[in-house]
């Protein structure tokens, strides 16, 4: 919480004190990424409250985490699509202006290294916030009432399908990138890690969520709710094992100590740390 009220204040005296920075945080091609990582970070924070303060309070905050998940909802909803709409729109005005030749000032702020040939996975950082939203269901859940928690099991899944089904487009292109381009440049190579993270944040979703199935499905859910929690604790387990196999990355192994980090907004730290995040929670969510 601490850090991320100081990031708050920093980033908020940068727009104040250079007012244009704003405008060119949204259209920078690589900046412009991580604008709905502060929906993550507040995400986490709804994450670690509930997991760490509903065992020692009141009521009172068991209706505030609940309110505050489907908040957090529609805020990465809202950020996640924005971001992808913001991208689609700037490589639309880029094609546009080139097909007509056009130097008018109705294009000049759209970005030209917006491009296929400059894309990475981590155009995948824009549905990290539907991707954290699985996980804090499944946490949540375990403590909440049934019939909340069943609704918050129900979202859960609906988001965190969504933003796994984004991942996958994101995917899709980057394959078709490298077949066309080759590899990335070297300062972003680093980048293909990322691809690690929905999976994982996926696979621990849909484990604790449902381990959670069995205490708050109705005992005559589809007619069995019993029989119904076991199946998709099964289910959950063997689509976890499916998943495993986007753990590795083995094409960007060799990029991984050689590689420079000193371009400018260069996301290889940043990538890295979710990756091997994601590879974590997946590894602990699997040994548990």
């Known amino acids: ?24 945080s949204l259209l920078h091609p690589t900046e412009s990424l991580f604008v709905p990582a502060c929906v993550v970070s507040f995400g986490t924070i709804l ?3 509930s997991q760490y303060g509903l065992d020692g309070t009141g009521q009172w905050l068991n209706d505030a985490v609940w309110v505050m998940f489907w908040i957090n909802s529609v805020l990465a909803i809202v ?18 202006a080139k097909f007509n030749q056009a130097d008018d000032l109705a294009f000049s ?21 539907l991707l954290i939203t699985g996980p804090h269901a499944g946490i949540l859940s375990s403590y909440l009432r049934q019939q909340r928690a069943l609704d918050i099991i129900i979202g859960g899944v609906v988001l965190q399908g969504t933003g796994f089904l984004v991942a996958q487009t994101v995917y899709a ?3 078709y ?23 994982g944040f996926t696979v621990s979703g849909l484990i604790t969520m449902a381990d959670s199935a069995q205490r708050v ?21 063997w689509v976890g094992i499916w998943l495993w196999g986007y753990v590795f990355r083995p094409p960007a192994l060799p990029e991984l100590f050689k590689c420079p980090c000193h371009d400018t907004n260069s996301t290889k ?19 548990w």
């Open 1 to 24: 919480m601490v850090l991320f009220l100081l990031n708050t204040v920093m980033i908020s005296l940068r727009f104040y004190f250079f007012p244009k920075s704003f405008k060119a």
């Open 177 to 199: 990138r490298l077949m066309r381009h080759k590899l990335p440049k070297e300062s972003s190579r680093p980048g293909m890690f990322v691809s690690v993270g929905p999976s």
């Open 269 to 287: 730290s940043c990538d890295l740390v979710l990756s091997y995040l994601g590879r974590g929670t997946l590894l602990l969510c699997k040994s």
């Open 79 to 96: 950020a996640s699509c924005a971001i992808y709409l913001l991208m689609y729109v700037l490589l639309f005005l880029e094609e546009f």
């Open 47 to 49: 994450i670690n409250i």
């Open 217 to 237: 499905l109705p005992e005559d859910f589809m007619g069995d709710g019993a029989l119904a929690a076991m199946i998709l604790k099964v289910s959950a387990n």
């Open 109 to 129: 702020w759209s970005t030209q290294t917006l491009t296929l040939k400059f894309m990475t996975p981590a155009w995948i950082f824009p549905a990290y916030p």
């Open 173 to 175: 292109a980057f394959i």
